[in-house]
């Protein structure tokens, strides 16, 4: 509908040209305008508060809507459905395997207690598929942990046991979270992450009870992948926690809980995700406890495309060459990947308000920006690397061995 | 004043090393309670622990005018001071946190740290002494004795220092490479070697491993050519003797020399861990003179090892040239060296940083 002489835009207008100052009334009116399809106006109108409040969330938000609706996107506002996955898991047989899992009477007296932990256990519908690239991950999760899940008869006439939980290790920002809601989605599992301010409790004692608290709604959710994020702050090697009987006590409890899995698999896929797999305390990495471990290297050039794409989606950007930046792009995790395309959105944002037009996206802008970013994952090779020269006695670290090889970093 | 079962959280935080997450913590209590001189010296310990020493030092002042009969709060100044290079006034800081806490045994090490820094040598040693009978099971106590014995050159106390660290903590890889370094001093480089080896492996993250072994790979470069020029005097008779013509004399010379070579090789590289070799690849590869110094030595055995095949003697005078170019190549090694030692010693008191950690 148009509304070139609607009388509230007019009187908008006029209230915006008397107090040009005003940013709530100049969003009004930005919004008014926007509404009435005048977008190049509202555009303008955006810019200028912008320019006096640069930052403001409710600007950015309405110039992100403004532009895209410019540029034809739709916006988050107005999504486009997509296609799910389709879990192809029979739920009721899942339920039926599980049936014969007794909850121990402590863990429901237990829990009958008023308790600080949060069930955040979903039931994720990404899956190994979802994850661009990495093929190498894949392939060695499926062959270290997946495999044997789906094929347990064979997997046990090769000796390969079923309990013990999987590691996954890293620079920060690769995806371990990530593929690890995928595992859970693979698996057909709920799916349960633990992070440090879940379990560390400010009072002696209570941090080992939510542990205890977190592997019993585990098992009341089975199956269900519990999935430690940043396990290396729970499970950090005692000798290094000397002054902290409670944080000593929390390692003992997690210990204690893995092995309460280990005979019989109930279940409940253990998942852990650390930065600094070297810090964890010897005895997690022992059989039945954390003793797979796989290395989630930053994106390859396929996986970097991906997440190019992904985070352009919204963005009105022009012909953006994705393969040149992701080629410019080695070693970059996915956080960083996401730091240069908001970077040079940035940069064609203000290039758009200083023009008062549309500006889109272009390879150059994003190249800039790829040029100003430094990857994150520097400084976790650069102790990768000693880990390697020292540690990798017991040839845990021989795949971090084999990239630092390849990259000329060792 | 804040919870005590936050401040417990904190703390559990910062053992941790999630200086991130603590600090958030902190800064959220201090929004409510913003002259708590608990929380500001925690702020400024997370602060110092991530190397943010000028803000460290506003929260650290803010904590002592908050609460001038705090020792926490004066250790953290004192600490920031000293991180700051401004030695008298952390002195003065520290004295007046050893005043407020004199059985504190972590304080007192602090204050033995901060003279350490600022090269009162004697005195921090007569404090870090304290500090031991306050605490004597707490092995960093045990360890500022060793670093203030190390930086006062008495490798006597400093490797007994040490070996008290190690007992209370075998695995406590700042003693263990230190103790490498008091081994390297006295001349002992296989010893230092395994135990840089095994301090890397106790904890990779454990700084300034790499340098030092290839400090000592540089020791006992000067062994092997002092050696192999030694080496050189029987052949160059025997070849004076016999000329350019071959002879077997020659050979048997040329031999003994490469079995004396092999058994002085294996007594200093006997025992070593395993990875032994690889962290000395890596060392080798952070050291461009290194390498072309342990070139030039191979290059030199292969020459032996023709003369002990042909039995023509003159062929190891080309050894000489070489012993000049190593020789050279060493003294440009010194020279380099040199201006590390003193990008070192500026980096020193950065080291502050992990003390209120230990």
């Known amino acids: ?410 | 004043m804040p919870e005590l079962g936050a401040i417990e959280r904190i703390d559990n935080l910062r053992a941790l090393r999630r200086f991130g997450d603590a600090e958030h913590l902190i800064r959220t209590a201090l929004a409510t309670e913003p002259q708590d001189a608990l929380l500001l010296w925690r702020l400024s310990a997370v602060l110092l622990g991530t190397e943010r020493v000028a803000e460290g030092l506003h929260a650290a002042k803010a904590a002592v005018a908050a609460d001038s009969q705090d020792p926490d709060a004066h250790r953290l100044h004192a600490l920031l001071l000293t991180a700051s290079n401004r030695h008298q006034e952390a002195t003065h800081a520290g004295y007046a946190a050893v005043t407020l806490a004199p059985q504190h045994a972590h304080t007192v090490t602090v204050y033995a740290h901060v003279l350490r820094c600022a090269g009162r040598y004697a005195d921090a040693a007569a404090v870090a002494r304290r500090a031991v009978e306050l605490a004597p099971n707490d092995p960093e106590t045990h360890m500022e004795v060793g670093d203030g014995a190390l930086s006062a050159g008495d490798r006597h106390t400093a490797r007994t220092a040490y070996e008290n660290v190690l007992r209370l903590d075998p695995e406590h890889a700042a003693a263990r490479r230190n103790l490498a370094a008091v081994d390297f001093m006295s001349r002992r480089p296989r010893k230092a070697l395994g135990g840089l080896v095994e301090a890397g492996r106790i904890d990779p993250n454990t700084p300034h491993v790499l340098p030092i072994v290839a400090v000592v790979l540089w020791q006992l470069s000067w062994r092997m050519r002092i050696g192999l020029v030694i080496a050189l005097v029987p052949v160059l008779i025997v070849g004076s003797k016999y000329g350019s013509d071959a002879s077997w004399v020659t050979r048997v010379v040329g031999a003994v020399v490469l079995a004396l070579a092999g058994v002085v090789a294996w007594w200093h590289f006997r025992g070593l861990p395993r990875g032994t070799g690889r962290v000395i690849v890596a060392a080798l590869r952070g050291d461009g003179l290194l390498i072309a110094t342990y070139v030039f030595i191979a290059f030199c055995l292969i020459v032996y090892v023709v003369v002990a095949i042909t039995g023509v003697a003159p062929l190891a005078s080309i050894i000489w040239p070489i012993a000049i170019v190593l020789t050279i190549i060493a003294i440009v090694s010194r020279i380099a060296a040199g201006s590390a030692h003193l990008a070192q010693s500026r980096r020193r008191n950065q080291s502050v940083t992990s003390v209120e950690d230990r």
């Not at chain 1, 979270?177 to 693979?186: P, S």
């Not at chain 1, 709604?217 to 000397?242: H, M, T, Y």
Request: net charge negative; hydrophobic share 45%; with cysteine.
């Open chain 1, 1 to 410: 509908m148009a509304m070139a002489d609607d009388p509230l835009v007019t009187s908008l207008l006029a209230a915006v040209g008397a107090a040009p100052d005003d940013v709530p009334l100049r969003l009004h009116v930005a919004e008014a305008l926007a509404d009435a399809e005048r977008l190049p106006e509202a555009l303008a109108h955006c810019s200028e508060a912008l320019q006096r409040a640069p930052g403001d969330a409710a600007a950015l938000a309405l110039l992100q809507r403004v532009s895209a609706a410019l540029s034809g996107t739709p916006t988050p506002a107005d999504p486009t459905p997509e296609p799910r996955a389709k879990t192809e898991f029979d739920w009721s047989r899942a339920e039926d395997q599980v049936a014969d899992v007794a909850v121990p009477e402590a863990v429901l007296a237990q829990h009958d207690e008023a308790s600080p932990v949060t069930e955040d256990i979903e039931r994720p519908s990404v899956r190994l598929a979802d994850v661009g690239g990495m093929e190498d991950v894949k392939e060695r999760l499926e062959l270290t942990f997946l495999g044997p899940m789906r094929n347990p008869q064979l997997a046990k006439a090769f000796g390969a046991t079923m309990s013990g939980g999987l590691l996954l290790y890293g620079p920060p920002g690769c995806g371990k979270t990530f593929i690890a809601r995928a595992v859970a989605g693979e698996l057909g599992a709920r799916f349960y992450p633990v992070g440090i301010s879940d379990v560390l409790d400010m009072w002696a004692g209570r941090s080992e009870r939510n542990l205890a608290e977190i592997f019993a709604a585990a098992r009341r959710n089975s199956p269900c992948v519990l999935f430690f994020d940043e396990i290396d702050a729970l499970g950090q090697k005692r000798s290094n926690l000397q002054f902290s009987s409670s944080l000593r006590n929390t390692v003992n409890q997690l210990l204690s809980e893995l092995d309460s899995l280990g005979g019989n698999n109930d279940g409940i896929f253990v998942l852990g995700a650390t930065n600094h797999p070297w810090d964890l305390d010897s005895a997690l990495r022992r059989p039945g406890r954390f003793d797979r471990m796989l290395l989630v290297l930053p994106p390859d050039f396929d996986a970097r495309v991906a997440i190019l794409n992904y985070h352009l989606r919204d963005r009105p950007a022009g012909e953006v060459d994705v393969a040149t930046i992701a080629k410019m792009t080695p070693h970059f995790s996915g956080a960083d990947l996401a730091h240069v395309v908001s970077t040079a959105a940035e940069r064609a944002l203000a290039v758009s308000m200083k023009s008062g037009r549309l500006v889109p996206l272009t390879t150059k802008d994003v190249e800039a920006a790829a040029r100003e970013v430094q990857p994150s994952t520097g400084p976790w090779f650069a102790t990768a690397r000693n880990v390697v020269t020292f540690a990798n006695t017991d040839g845990s670290y021989d795949d971090l061995a084999s990239y630092l090889r390849r990259n000329k970093r060792l």
